[in-house]
């Protein structure tokens, strides 16, 4: 592809996160398998509790955590169909079916996990069951919890990387970042967090007092945090799928890179639109710089344009002329 004249960069090259997408998609990839590998490792376990113990709470604990695992089938799917080249009919390329199949996960979490939950946990007050073997239970929970705390890990670190380039906060990076994969991952392992301690706590209960109705409300307890998780999840890869725009940094950013260029002397019009996980569509009406003829222009605005689509953030970019009355964008 086209590289900037004089430095051999890409026109976008300082643009905050234009020269992650290879090196975000390979620690995303080890994101999910990390947390792949440890809740099928919590699942079984929990399910053998379970059975041990007879609880409730660690019941939905079993139920969440294979719900977890599943959904890391569907963000692998994510993480492979999303960087799939662009083709004659997705000259975008598909960055898009990252949403679609985290959407499908969030939507398993919120049947498997959450209704699951809730639905035992009603049950058992309705008709409660004793528990026994309760140090089983607690020795479970407490592997289950390193094990989470080993992925929730990863995905923090990979989170606080990507925050620091575009200079936010860790909390506003996982819900902001275009990446479904890397939210996913940090809200499910920060929500299978606080599930283990309702759990513990409802076993604890359970224990002293005899009664399975903490225990129960507890399951109850975890299926409405894991009902709160999918919702946000199934709502964020929505907001993605319709078209949303790229964080105003990102732009400001892009809009002073482009003004930036000699060629360029106005740009009045500039969109950019998140097309996939750290990837951008570029559409922008610009004045070049000269007097050239029609045919010249059109070649210069090309070359601009392969300028700009030389950045692995890029997926396309389209320019057209600005009209004269036109006033520019301000940086």
């Given at each position: 592809?086209?590289?900037?004249?004089?430095?051999?960069?890409?026109?976008?090259?300082?643009?905050?996160?234009?020269?992650?997408?290879?090196?975000?998609?390979?620690?995303?990839?080890?994101?999910?398998?990390?947390?792949?590998?440890?809740?099928?490792?919590?699942?079984?376990?929990?399910?053998?509790?379970?059975?041990?113990?007879?609880?409730?709470?660690?019941?939905?604990?079993?139920?969440?955590?294979?719900?977890?695992?599943?959904?890391?089938?569907?963000?692998?799917?994510?993480?492979?169909?999303?960087?799939?080249?662009?083709?004659?009919?997705?000259?975008?390329?598909?960055?898009?079916?990252?949403?679609?199949?985290?959407?499908?996960?969030?939507?398993?979490?919120?049947?498997?996990?959450?209704?699951?939950?809730?639905?035992?946990g009603v049950q058992e007050l309705i008709t409660p069951e004793p528990a026994g073997h309760f140090v089983?239970?607690?020795?479970?929970?407490?592997?289950?919890?390193?094990?989470?705390?080993?992925?929730?890990?990863?995905?923090?670190?990979?989170?606080?990387?990507?925050?620091?380039?575009?200079?936010?906060?860790?909390?506003?990076?996982?819900?902001?970042?275009?990446?479904?994969?890397?939210?996913?991952?940090?809200?499910?392992?920060?929500?299978?967090?606080?599930?283990?301690?309702?759990?513990?706590?409802?076993?604890?209960?359970?224990?002293?007092?005899?009664?399975?109705?903490?225990?129960?409300?507890?399951?109850?307890?975890?299926?409405?945090?894991?009902?709160?998780?999918?919702?946000?999840?199934?709502?964020?890869?929505?907001?993605?799928?319709?078209?949303?725009?790229?964080?105003?940094?990102?732009?400001?950013?892009?809009?002073?890179?482009?003004?930036?260029?000699?060629?360029?002397a106005r740009v009045t019009y500039l969109r950019l639109e998140i097309v996939g996980p750290r990837m951008?569509?570029?559409?922008?009406?610009?004045?070049?710089?000269?007097?050239?003829?029609?045919?010249?222009?059109?070649?210069?605005?090309?070359?601009?344009?392969?300028?700009?689509?030389?950045?692995?953030?890029?997926?396309?970019?389209?320019?057209?002329?600005?009209?004269?009355?036109?006033?520019?964008?301000?940086?």
């Amino acid at each position: 592809m086209a590289e900037r004249e004089g430095d051999g960069r890409h026109l976008l090259a300082d643009v905050p996160g234009s020269g992650a997408g290879g090196e975000g998609r390979g620690e995303s990839l080890t994101t999910v398998l990390v947390a792949f590998g440890a809740n099928v490792l919590i699942a079984i376990a929990k399910s053998v509790a379970a059975l041990a113990t007879g609880s409730a709470s660690i019941l939905a604990e079993a139920a969440h955590s294979w719900a977890d695992a599943g959904n890391e089938v569907f963000l692998l799917i994510a993480n492979r169909q999303a960087h799939k080249p662009a083709d004659e009919l997705h000259p975008l390329g598909h960055g898009r079916e990252a949403y679609v199949w985290s959407l499908f996960a969030a939507l398993g979490l919120f049947v498997a996990g959450a209704a699951v939950s809730i639905t035992h946990g009603v049950q058992e007050l309705i008709t409660p069951e004793p528990a026994g073997h309760f140090v089983i239970g607690y020795v479970v929970l407490a592997v289950s919890f390193v094990l989470e705390g080993i992925s929730f890990a990863q995905s923090t670190r990979q989170a606080k990387g990507e925050a620091a380039t575009l200079d936010r906060d860790l909390i506003e990076h996982v819900l902001a970042t275009s990446d479904p994969t890397l939210r996913a991952v940090f809200v499910e392992d920060a929500a299978a967090l606080g599930g283990l301690v309702i759990a513990a706590a409802g076993l604890f209960a359970h224990q002293v007092t005899g009664s399975a109705i903490p225990d129960a409300v507890g399951s109850i307890l975890v299926g409405l945090l894991l009902a709160w998780v999918a919702l946000l999840l199934i709502n964020r890869n929505r907001r993605f799928l319709v078209g949303q725009e790229a964080d105003p940094k990102v732009r400001q950013a892009a809009l002073q890179a482009i003004l930036a260029a000699p060629e360029v002397a106005r740009v009045t019009y500039l969109r950019l639109e998140i097309v996939g996980p750290r990837m951008i569509s570029v559409i922008g009406d610009v004045d070049l710089t000269g007097d050239d003829t029609e045919s010249h222009v059109a070649v210069r605005l090309r070359a601009l344009e392969a300028k700009i689509s030389a950045s692995p953030a890029v997926a396309g970019a389209i320019l057209s002329l600005s009209a004269p009355d036109e006033p520019t964008l301000s940086v």
